[in-house]
């Protein structure tokens, strides 16, 4: 008779391996990426693999629903000049393009004029510290347990004047009620919080 141990133990091996593996690579992912600065810049990376590091957008939003995690909506081109754009939503670690668009610029200015770059002046790493910040505000000073994050996202004027641009962050407790507004400039500073 054969001793079929050795055997057993390979295949229970391999199993373990690719659960360990699956497991890993799955703790990567975008949809359950922390608000925080470390998760925000994991999420910037996927951006930049997906459209290119010098890739130019007008929108850029992440949403957190406990059910599915981070779903993250963007309006992006890499060639500005063709005044074409793409919008764009990652939910559950899959692309989705939801509409092309086309935009008008005033004539004699640039495209890239009126649109950011990541990277560059814009940073999701920063966006990320700042939802940190502004959890442990609420900690502080209205005794919350958990504040969770409902949506990070950068609010860019239409007319390119990047000192007007802000980040925007809205927190919920956990279990829902009040929405806390934060609104930061790009270095951090908080202009106002309101609920």
Request: with cysteine; charged share 25%; glycine share 8%.
């Amino acid at each position: 008779m054969k001793n079929l141990t050795p055997k057993i133990s390979r295949v229970g091996l391999l199993f373990v391996l690719l659960v360990i593996f699956k497991l890993v690579s799955c703790s990567g992912t975008t949809n359950n990426q922390p608000a925080t600065a470390d998760g925000f810049s994991a999420i910037e990376n996927e951006l930049k693999n997906k459209f290119g590091d010098d890739a130019y957008y007008t929108d850029l939003s992440i949403t957190y629903d406990k059910s599915i995690g981070n779903i993250i909506g963007v309006t992006v081109t890499e060639e500005p000049e063709s005044l074409k754009m793409g919008q764009w939503n990652l939910s559950q670690d899959t692309w989705t393009q939801n509409s092309d668009i086309t935009i008008e610029v005033p004539k004699g200015t640039k495209a890239a004029d009126y649109m950011f770059q990541l990277g560059k002046t814009i940073s999701l790493s920063k966006l990320g510290g700042l939802v940190e910040q502004s959890v442990q505000k609420l900690k502080d000073e209205k005794d919350l347990k958990n504040p969770t994050l409902r949506t990070a996202a950068l609010n860019y004027p239409d007319n390119g004047d990047i000192s007007k641009a802000e980040y925007i962050i809205n927190l919920k407790p956990e279990n829902g009620g009040t929405t806390f507004r934060f609104y930061y400039t790009l270095n951090g500073d908080l202009i106002k919080m309101n609920y």
